[in-house]
């Protein structure tokens, strides 16, 4: 994993490029929707759920 900080924007337009919702991600991390959200609005730093979510868009196309 990079040191680079992974912005919430580059996640939140990553979600929306493969129709992935924050309850989605919520599910498959085993995360609360609440905490995903503060996470994607940026009041959590969470790096390591940051990657996770990264890595999550990375390798699925959402449940439509």
Do not use: F, W
């Not at 929306?16 to 919702?21: C, F, H, L, Q, V």
């Not at 989605?24 to 940051?50: H, M």
Request: glycine letters at 10%; aromatic letters at 4%.
């Amino acid at each position: 994993m990079s040191n680079r900080k992974i912005g919430v924007r580059d996640l939140r337009a990553g979600m929306a490029r493969k129709g992935i919702s924050q309850k989605e991600v919520a599910a498959a991390l085993g995360l609360s929707s609440d905490y995903v959200c503060k996470i994607l609005n940026d009041k959590r730093v969470a790096r390591e759920r940051r990657a996770q979510i990264q890595e999550y868009i990375k390798t699925h196309g959402g449940m439509r």
